[in-house]
């Protein structure tokens, strides 16, 4: 009798062991699946964010289209930094940022020609129609070297926004002004904050009281305003301008070039009432690699009205010309409109950006390419978008367009 309760008292330790061990290890599993739900579902929001701060965007190559060099109306065809099309009169204008060397500023007016086949929607032609020269506010064209024009934009109301880099050598500003399309007639000039103005470093002056100024500041030489683009809803609405400095400003300008440089994003509202910038974002150019000697902002295109836009950021160097494309959000980006030097405020948020296309791997020569802009839907129905390079007027390159398919998945 003894031996059985024991024998059952013995069974009974075992079960209640058993029990235990059963609940820690319950317990264990259950706190495994729960870490594991948990970081899947911190994973999975940052994949749903991520999803959310871009669109689907992709590019397709089409073709490539050189323009043979030309002269049309006593002026050298080259130079072509910058383009926009008009989708009503199918036609495209391109600023050459010729600083009124070989012939005064100007813009041009382009017919490109595409192919009618579905299965091969290509650029076969493109034929310089008209061109328009800049006037000053004199109502005169710009003098030689007093002006170097780069980013162009149409407003919607028969107008041209024509950007322009400043003459730093010279004190002279930097601009985004207003032209008008048949004739280049000066309109108005959109506001540019002091801080894009250059000034040099000062050293302080006892006798005038006056204070040091211990870096220089404002736009670097052939570093400002290229990137511009507008966007409005409909005729007689107000727009919006959008611009980037093409790299740094001088007071932004990072010592370790091997980390992204700094460019400012600028906004606009323009419409009845004087201009006004609505706000400013850091925008993060890509760090030069041992290979690039030279990299910038030189374009940009809206997508949405939700602060999505394509960039074109076009680099150079030792390996030769390339560029990449990317898709950049603003939405989420801190305002800096009260920042005069990023160096001095490192936790701002910038602006965020993807890679959709490194131009490198499409297996052609790439030339100065500065300029971008969305074109007509091409024979297969596909929407297009355009690419052209700046040549320098140099008889070692050649004015390039490139042409893709812009799909939105």
């Given at each position: 009798?003894?031996?059985?309760?024991?024998?059952?008292?013995?069974?009974?330790?075992?079960?209640?062991?058993?029990?235990?061990?059963?609940?820690?290890?319950?317990?264990?599993?259950?706190?495994?699946?729960?870490?594991?739900?948990?970081?899947?579902?911190?994973?999975?929001?940052?994949?749903?964010?991520?999803?959310?701060?871009?669109?689907?965007?992709?590019?397709?190559?089409?073709?490539?289209?050189?323009?043979?060099?030309?002269?049309?109306?006593?002026?050298?065809?080259?130079?072509?930094?910058?383009?926009?099309?008009?989708?009503?009169?199918?036609?495209?204008?391109?600023?050459?940022?010729?600083?009124?060397?070989?012939?005064?500023?100007?813009?041009?007016?382009?017919?490109?020609?595409?192919?009618?086949?579905?299965?091969?929607?290509?650029?076969?032609?493109?034929?310089?129609?008209?061109?328009?020269?800049?006037?000053?506010?004199?109502?005169?064209?710009?003098?030689?070297?007093?002006?170097?024009?780069?980013?162009?934009?149409?407003?919607?109301?028969?107008?041209?926004?024509?950007?322009?880099?400043?003459?730093?050598?010279?004190?002279?500003?930097?601009?985004?002004?207003?032209?008008?399309?048949?004739?280049?007639?000066?309109?108005?000039?959109?506001?540019?904050?002091?801080?894009?103005?250059?000034?040099?470093?000062?050293?302080?002056?006892?006798?005038?009281?006056?204070?040091?100024?211990?870096?220089?500041?404002?736009?670097?030489?052939?570093?400002?305003?290229?990137?511009?683009?507008?966007?409005?809803?409909?005729?007689?609405?107000?727009?919006?301008?959008?611009?980037?400095?093409?790299?740094?400003?001088?007071?932004?300008?990072?010592?370790?070039?091997?980390?992204?440089?700094?460019?400012?994003?600028?906004?606009?509202?323009?419409?009845?009432?004087?201009?006004?910038i609505v706000t400013e974002h850091r925008y993060p150019v890509e760090a030069m690699t041992p290979t690039v000697t030279q990299i910038g902002v030189n374009d940009i295109i809206s997508l949405d009205r939700g602060g999505h836009f394509l960039t074109l950021e076009r680099s150079n160097g030792s390996n030769g010309l390339s560029a990449k494309i990317w898709q950049i959000f603003t939405g989420d980006a801190n305002d800096t409109s009260a920042i005069k030097s990023f160096r001095?405020?490192?936790?701002?948020?910038?602006?965020?950006?993807?890679?959709?296309?490194?131009?490198?791997?499409?297996?052609?020569?790439?030339?100065?390419?500065?300029?971008?802009?969305?074109?007509?839907?091409?024979?297969?129905?596909?929407?297009?978008?355009?690419?052209?390079?700046?040549?320098?007027?140099?008889?070692?390159?050649?004015?390039?367009?490139?042409?893709?398919?812009?799909?939105?998945?």
């Amino acid at each position: 009798m003894l031996k059985q309760n024991q024998k059952s008292k013995e069974d009974g330790d075992a079960k209640y062991r058993y029990s235990l061990l059963s609940k820690k290890l319950r317990n264990l599993l259950i706190g495994f699946c729960s870490v594991f739900l948990i970081i899947f579902s911190v994973n999975h929001l940052s994949v749903m964010a991520g999803d959310r701060t871009f669109l689907k965007v992709s590019l397709d190559f089409v073709n490539e289209y050189q323009l043979p060099k030309q002269n049309f109306e006593h002026t050298p065809v080259g130079g072509l930094s910058g383009l926009t099309y008009d989708r009503i009169d199918d036609v495209f204008y391109a600023i050459s940022d010729d600083r009124s060397e070989f012939a005064p500023a100007r813009f041009y007016a382009l017919k490109l020609k595409f192919s009618t086949q579905k299965e091969q929607p290509n650029l076969e032609n493109v034929e310089v129609i008209g061109v328009d020269f800049l006037k000053d506010k004199t109502g005169n064209t710009y003098a030689k070297g007093e002006v170097d024009p780069e980013g162009i934009a149409l407003t919607g109301d028969r107008t041209v926004l024509v950007s322009s880099e400043g003459v730093t050598s010279k004190s002279i500003p930097p601009f985004i002004d207003e032209f008008d399309l048949l004739t280049g007639k000066w309109i108005r000039s959109l506001p540019i904050p002091q801080r894009y103005l250059f000034e040099p470093k000062k050293e302080p002056n006892p006798n005038k009281n006056q204070l040091p100024n211990p870096e220089p500041q404002g736009v670097k030489d052939n570093l400002g305003f290229e990137a511009l683009t507008v966007v409005r809803d409909s005729i007689g609405d107000p727009y919006r301008v959008f611009a980037i400095t093409e790299n740094a400003l001088a007071q932004d300008t990072q010592t370790d070039e091997s980390q992204p440089s700094e460019s400012r994003f600028l906004h606009y509202l323009v419409g009845n009432i004087a201009p006004l910038i609505v706000t400013e974002h850091r925008y993060p150019v890509e760090a030069m690699t041992p290979t690039v000697t030279q990299i910038g902002v030189n374009d940009i295109i809206s997508l949405d009205r939700g602060g999505h836009f394509l960039t074109l950021e076009r680099s150079n160097g030792s390996n030769g010309l390339s560029a990449k494309i990317w898709q950049i959000f603003t939405g989420d980006a801190n305002d800096t409109s009260a920042i005069k030097s990023f160096r001095n405020s490192p936790n701002v948020r910038s602006i965020r950006k993807k890679l959709v296309l490194d131009l490198a791997t499409l297996g052609i020569k790439l030339d100065n390419l500065e300029g971008m802009t969305i074109g007509p839907r091409l024979a297969d129905g596909s929407q297009s978008l355009i690419l052209v390079s700046d040549d320098n007027f140099s008889n070692n390159q050649f004015t390039q367009f490139l042409v893709f398919r812009l799909n939105r998945n």
